[in-house]
């Protein structure tokens, strides 16, 4: 009935089922999907302004000013590949790789971008890529970089080389969030938080919520031109103490240094929401799929802030579907190979990652081949394998007028977390050949049974082997799909 305040189980399509499960709290074992409750009483309504924690959670901040920490003999060499560790005022831990230079996008990266962008415009959604510069831009504050002249790093040099790489990729026509003002500018708040945490490289809550405020301003923005009458769901956040973490810097000056330091402190956030409908029927209208800045893992848990903030600051339903230590892209890429969610794609597909956009032309082609697909109405040619082999040799009957943009998909009957294509020549005799990584983490519910990937424009395949690791077994089909000329 209307008027009831017990929770439901969405009715959400099975791509949306870890939404249903975390709406109740009923979370699988490792699945690291936002926590929040839907319940029929309205709570407060919330605004795109930043929100306040207020009361006793503000006052949590440290109480005192902590040490500059020492370094030991092994802090000079943590991993046995020659990263250091760098120690500013105030415990605050770098490590050097931190410092690196940031690389502009290639010609041929912009134009892959461009084609990503129209195939999720074609899907009806938008990509909003959320780069997170590295904490090296602001060490300043706290690092005496006379201390390590052997550091390689201009903070000017950085800044300009981010300004050019936001604009190249704006001009895309992908949405981009440029934080690095937010950084610059951001202050120790009474919590004692900076942007950073002192001694891990992701975002603390403070920063996170500076983040997901710039965010949801973006997406408020983007639902006003697009038109789009989107019901905010009004709710409730709340944020709680939740202990300490080491942090993944602290962490290894402990064992490099066989020291103990303070533990920064951690917080869980909980979003609750009413339900409008009478079916609970409520399907996600933003994805996140990033990296661990979408989900961050400390020493002994899961850090999932950053979707319940991005709820809570759009009051609209989100899915959070990030893999920590996925890398930029490759979250996104293992979902959109999984027919059953491109067909459900949701409007706003939001993707937070460390570092600078990168240059992977195939990551982006494997994504803009998952988004147009195959049918009838494009297909080259198809080849099934129902016997299981070492390999599936696809070897294709000549086309007369099959020249022209194409991609190839390549089922597994089987999951598996590697595929290669081998072997592989075009007509012309030049090679084919490309590797595709799945995450193994067992809470990977993308594809692991379907691979994209784009082809060399205006060329055809003549054959190509498609084998597994160690060549274990496989059958399938392997088909090649014409591109439509609006994505060329």
């Known amino acids: 009935m209307r008027g009831s305040n017990t929770p439901r189980m969405n009715t959400l399509k099975p791509i949306y089922a870890p939404l249903a499960a975390q709406r109740l709290g009923h979370i699988p074992e490792n699945l690291p999907v936002i ?3 839907w319940t029929r009483a309205a709570q407060i309504v919330l605004a795109l302004a930043p929100l306040s924690l207020g009361g006793a959670l503000a006052q949590a901040a440290v109480s005192s000013v902590q040490p500059t920490y020492a370094a030991c003999a092994k802090s000079s060499d943590i991993d046995g590949k020659g990263t250091y560790e760098l120690f500013g005022s105030n415990g605050w831990i770098f490590e050097s790789y931190e410092f690196s230079a940031l690389e502009g996008l290639r010609g041929t990266s912009v134009a892959a971008l461009t084609r990503l962008a129209k ?3 074609a899907r009806g959604s938008t990509l909003i890529l959320v780069p997170v510069p590295t904490r090296a831009v602001s060490a300043d504050k706290t690092l005496d970089f006379a201390r390590y002249p052997q550091l390689q790093f201009s903070k000017d040099h950085y800044v300009a080389s981010w300004n050019t790489m936001i604009a190249q990729a704006r001009a895309t026509g992908i949405t981009v969030i440029d934080l690095l003002p937010t950084v610059l500018d951001f202050q120790v708040n009474a919590r004692g938080e900076d942007f950073f945490q002192s001694r891990d490289h ?10 997901t405020t710039q965010i949801a301003a973006q997406i408020s923005a983007l639902a006003q031109a697009q038109k789009l009458d989107l019901e905010r769901q009004q709710g409730e956040l709340t944020i709680k103490p939740a202990g300490g973490s080491a942090g993944s810097m602290g962490s290894h000056y402990m064992k490099a240094c066989d020291l103990k330091i303070e533990a920064m402190p951690v917080y869980d ?12 029927d409520v399907e996600p209208v933003i994805g996140i799929f990033g990296d661990s800045f979408g989900l961050s893992y400390s020493s002994t848990r899961v850090d999932k802030n950053f979707g319940v903030l991005l709820e809570a600051k759009t009051a609209l339903p989100v899915v959070n579907n990030s893999v920590s230590g996925n890398g930029r892209t490759a979250t996104l890429a293992g979902y959109l190979a999984d027919p059953a969610l491109v067909d459900k794609l949701p409007p706003f597909v939001v993707v937070p990652f460390m570092g ?13 081949a998952a988004l147009i697909g195959c049918s009838d109405a494009n297909r080259i040619a198809q080849t099934k394998f129902s016997t299981p082999a070492a390999k599936m040799v696809f070897a294709p009957q000549p086309q007369g007028a099959s020249k022209g943009n194409s991609l190839i998909h ?6 598996t977390n590697y595929l290669e294509v081998r072997e592989g020549t075009y007509t012309d005799g030049s090679p084919l050949k490309f590797e595709i990584y799945r995450t193994s983490a067992s809470y990977f519910t993308g594809s692991r049974t379907d691979f994209y990937s784009l082809l060399a424009d205006e060329k055809s395949v003549r054959s190509l082997a498609v084998q597994l690791e160690k060549q274990g077994p496989v059958s399938g089909y392997v088909e090649v799909c014409r591109i439509p000329d609006a994505l060329r």
Do not use: V
């Open 119 to 121: 195939a999720f415009k």
């Open 410 to 415: 390549i089922h597994t009957d089987a999951p």
């Open 202 to 211: 992701h975002w603390s809550l403070s920063g996170m919520e500076a983040a």
């Open 35 to 37: 926590r929040s409750r």
């Open 269 to 280: 956030a909980t979003y609750t929401a009413e339900s409008t409908s009478l079916l609970d």
């Open 356 to 368: 600078g956009i990168s240059n992977s032309d195939f990551d982006y082609g494997q994504m803009t």
